[in-house]
């Protein structure tokens, strides 16, 4: 069981995770399979730079997978964009990943998105790990959330098979 804690309102980050959830199921109209995972992961430069997001440092990343129809690269880019929506008038105003995207980074956070053509998509949002009650990452100041609660424990299985603790490096 992985416990790791992070800076962040927990009823913000429900809406972050719930965003993607329905969106995923959105994108399974015959059905599917949701998967969602967490673990610990330390980034270095590298990862970052080719990330283009995010600094050096560790994070809790929960990671929500499906198997959906997908999306093209032109898609792709512009789901984050306000209003942007590819679902049919009345059933999303387009305002879900934008929103959710705006409450990751103002943590610290970020959201990386891998998507093919019918193939589905994996959504990995990291959020700075919080150790020793002290954000990881010293130059973020976090903004006062919303509930007045400022932190959340995140709990569930280790992803990715790390088992044993280790945090893996990328």
């Known amino acids: 069981l992985l416990e790791a804690l992070v800076r962040v309102d927990p009823l913000q980050l429900q809406q972050v995770l719930l965003t993607l959830a329905v969106n995923a199921r959105d994108a399974m109209p015959i059905g599917g399979r949701l998967t969602l995972g967490v673990e610990v992961v330390e980034l270095d430069q ?3 730079a080719m990330l283009d997001e995010g600094v050096a ?3 809790v990343v929960t990671t929500v997978v499906d198997d959906g129809m997908g999306m093209s690269r032109p898609v792709r880019e512009r789901i984050f964009d306000p209003f942007f929506t590819t679902k049919d008038v009345g059933r999303g105003s387009g305002l879900g990943l934008s929103t959710a995207l705006a409450i990751v980074r103002g943590q610290g956070g970020f959201i990386h998105v891998d998507s093919t053509p019918d193939r589905g998509s994996t959504f990995r949002v990291f959020l700075p ?3 020793e009650g002290a954000p990881s990452h010293e130059q973020r100041q976090p903004s006062a959330p919303a509930s007045g609660r400022d ?3 995140v709990r569930g299985d280790e992803a990715g098979g790390e088992g044993g603790g ?3 490096r990328l």
Request: hydrophobic fraction near 20%; avoid cysteine.
């Open 129 to 131: 790990l919080v150790t």
């Open 57 to 59: 440092g560790r994070y």
């Open 46 to 48: 590298h990862y970052t």
């Open 166 to 168: 280790q945090v893996p």
């Open 151 to 153: 932190s959340g424990t």
